[in-house]
């Protein structure tokens, strides 16, 4: 196996519904267990918004077990879709939080969550999909994300994009160029290949992936893990992996930024 034993993309207990045995000392300990050299706890920022006090917490927390495992302290946040290129967190300095996701979680002009089963007609999933790309062109010149999270995950739910591939994989090609550019890393999230809605998705994802690769875009692994036994998953993301014989020096790792 070609993979870095990291996890860059762990929720806690604090995420508000994560399993209630998340906690940070408990994530710490199972990522010894499985292995793991450097992981990171990263939780959400989005429209219940996490708040300071939690994220101080979270490090102080860290900072309380003792552990040979790198780690590190970062945040998921959704763009603010009122403010295109700004997220809706952003009460911290460069360098303050690494690494920082940005990765959207509810549908633009809609309000409902990802994961919810919507009946969309073609002009609401044209109108979404115009939108997560627009957003995403314009929060990778945001200077505090350091890495695009589970990239395609909201446009791959109800039928909004059946397959990546044709102008869907033009529309990446342009995302990717501008993240290439800003020095913006892409994940490979295990969760979102877990519950990818159909196979025919899956298996088109790899494409996406390939593109960013032959980018030189830096890949971050994160199993987005809201359960101990999810974290440093790489049942699916190890598939890609093979097949894209990825070298060392692409994958991203979390730097501080001083």
Same mark, same amino acid.
């Given at each position: #196996?070609?993979? /870095?034993?990291?996890?860059?993309?762990?929720?806690?207990?604090?995420?508000?519904?994560?399993?209630?045995?998340?906690?940070?000392?408990?994530?710490? =300990?199972?990522?010894?267990?499985?292995?793991?050299?450097?992981?990171?706890?990263?939780?959400?920022?989005?429209?219940? +918004?996490?708040?300071?006090?939690?994220?101080?917490?979270?490090?102080?927390?860290?900072?309380?077990?003792?552990?040979?495992?790198?780690?590190?302290?970062? #945040?998921?946040?959704?763009?603010?879709?009122?403010?295109?290129?700004?997220?809706? *967190?952003?009460? *911290?300095?460069?360098?303050? %939080?690494?690494?920082?996701?940005? &990765?959207?979680?509810?549908?633009? &002009?809609?309000?409902?969550?990802? !994961?919810?089963?919507?009946?969309?007609?073609?002009?609401?999933?044209?109108?979404?999909?115009?939108?997560? *790309?627009?957003?995403?062109?314009?929060?990778?010149?945001? /200077? %505090?994300?350091?890495?695009?999270?589970?990239?395609?995950?909201?446009?791959?739910?109800?039928?909004?994009?059946?397959?990546? !591939?044709?102008?869907? +994989?033009?529309?990446?090609?342009?995302?990717?160029?501008?993240?290439?550019? $800003?020095?913006?890393?892409?994940?490979?999230?295990?969760?979102?290949? @877990?519950?990818?809605?159909?196979?025919?998705?899956?298996? !088109?994802?790899?494409?996406?992936?390939?593109?960013?690769?032959?980018?030189?875009?830096? +890949?971050?692994?994160? @199993?987005?893990?809201?359960? +101990?036994?999810?974290?440093?998953?790489?049942? *699916? !993301?190890?598939? #890609?992996? =093979?097949?894209? $014989?990825?070298?060392?020096?692409?994958?991203?790792?979390?730097?501080?930024?001083?």
């Amino acid at each position: #196996m070609n993979a /870095p034993l990291v996890d860059y993309h762990i929720h806690t207990v604090y995420s508000g519904h994560a399993a209630s045995d998340l906690t940070v000392r408990a994530v710490i =300990e199972r990522a010894g267990q499985e292995g793991l050299k450097s992981i990171a706890i990263t939780e959400h920022a989005f429209y219940s +918004l996490m708040g300071r006090a939690n994220l101080e917490q979270i490090k102080r927390e860290v900072e309380a077990v003792e552990t040979q495992i790198e780690v590190f302290v970062g #945040m998921e946040i959704d763009p603010d879709y009122a403010y295109e290129g700004r997220l809706i *967190f952003e009460d *911290f300095d460069k360098g303050e %939080l690494f690494p920082v996701l940005a &990765g959207t979680h509810a549908y633009p &002009g809609i309000g409902k969550g990802w !994961s919810e089963s919507l009946d969309l007609t073609l002009p609401d999933k044209r109108k979404i999909y115009n939108s997560w *790309f627009r957003l995403m062109e314009k929060v990778i010149e945001n /200077p %505090l994300v350091d890495v695009l999270a589970h990239p395609g995950r909201l446009i791959s739910q109800n039928g909004i994009v059946e397959e990546f !591939s044709t102008y869907v +994989l033009r529309d990446f090609d342009d995302l990717f160029t501008g993240a290439k550019e $800003k020095g913006i890393a892409i994940e490979l999230n295990e969760g979102f290949l @877990s519950r990818c809605p159909t196979e025919r998705l899956k298996k !088109s994802y790899l494409d996406v992936i390939c593109l960013g690769i032959d980018k030189r875009l830096k +890949l971050s692994l994160g @199993s987005d893990a809201h359960r +101990l036994d999810k974290i440093g998953g790489k049942r *699916f !993301s190890i598939d #890609m992996i =093979e097949k894209l $014989k990825i070298s060392p020096e692409q994958y991203y790792r979390p730097v501080k930024q001083l």
